[in-house]
């Protein structure tokens, strides 16, 4: 049995949702409750992160990367008893996301931000950025619930993931700083960004037959919108591409509306 700590709830086509780096499931919480309405949603913890256990690779597999994940969301999709789900992923979710579809383990996928459409500068500052947010939470953890109850602490400390930092409610900026600073799993999967091979037309080839859609924020300063979307546009040309006006790289709370359309009409591309 494949253990990871998850959020189910909702009834209908099941849709399992997929954090990034050194996040947690409730990040999706913005969306939860609309989609619950019209799916069987399952947002998990991947390992290491969340409330969910860290575990060493099966030899061949480095730890904490893309493939290493997709293992570990695959079996635990055995375990549920689910074939091809619904997947949508943020940021280093988005590339298990689209990993899964390419293995044939999804109807559907959503990558919100995907990671691996990158080139190597994008790559390094994906990495310096999210590892200055951890050191940051870490060095701060006293003081954490004071600044993050001010909207200018929540400006300051949350700006690089939000395009709306101010208007995040203080608990889920606290929980999520608080995931960020404790994931025993980011060192590794952080490591794996290094080897991470960017994704090629023959890797994505099998997502022809999924639907799949990209979506990214257009005030992204973790994966820059412009450059990494319009390179995602190239390899997967039949994908649905939207840009979210006015977002950051984890749009459910900016922009919650538009991410449950999104997600319900994956399918579709509606």
Request: with cysteine.
């Amino acid at each position: 049995m494949t253990s990871l700590v998850h959020h189910r709830s909702g009834s209908g086509a099941p849709l399992v949702l997929i954090h990034g780096l050194g996040s947690h499931w409730q990040v999706w919480s913005p969306v939860l409750d609309d989609l619950a309405r019209h799916r069987d949603v399952i947002a998990l913890d991947l390992p290491g992160f969340g409330d969910s256990p860290l575990w060493a690779p099966p030899a061949g597999r480095l730890p904490g990367s893309v493939p290493h994940l997709a293992d570990v969301v695959s079996a635990f999709l055995d375990d549920l008893g689910l074939d091809t789900p619904e997947i949508a992923g943020s940021s280093l979710g988005g590339g298990i996301a689209l990993e899964l579809g390419r293995r044939g383990r999804a109807r559907a996928v959503t990558a919100f931000a995907p990671v691996g459409f990158w080139r190597p500068p994008g790559r390094a500052w994906c990495s310096l950025v999210v590892g200055g947010g951890r050191s940051l939470a870490r060095a701060l953890a006293p003081l954490l619930p004071g600044v993050l109850a001010s909207p200018t602490g929540r400006t300051v400390f949350c700006a690089p993931f939000y395009g709306r930092p101010r208007t995040l409610p203080p608990p889920d900026a606290l929980a999520g700083a608080r995931a960020l600073a404790g994931a025993p799993g980011f060192p590794a999967a952080r490591a794996a960004f290094r080897r991470l091979t960017p994704w090629s037309p023959a890797a994505l080839a099998a997502l022809a037959a999924v639907p799949v859609t990209i979506a990214w924020g257009t005030r992204d300063a973790v994966l820059p919108y412009r450059a990494q979307s319009r390179r995602a546009r190239t390899l997967l040309p039949t994908a649905r591409h939207v840009p979210l006006r006015g977002c950051g790289h984890l749009p459910f709370a900016d922009d919650p509306a538009r991410c449950v359309d999104l997600l319900l009409t994956a399918r579709t591309g509606g």
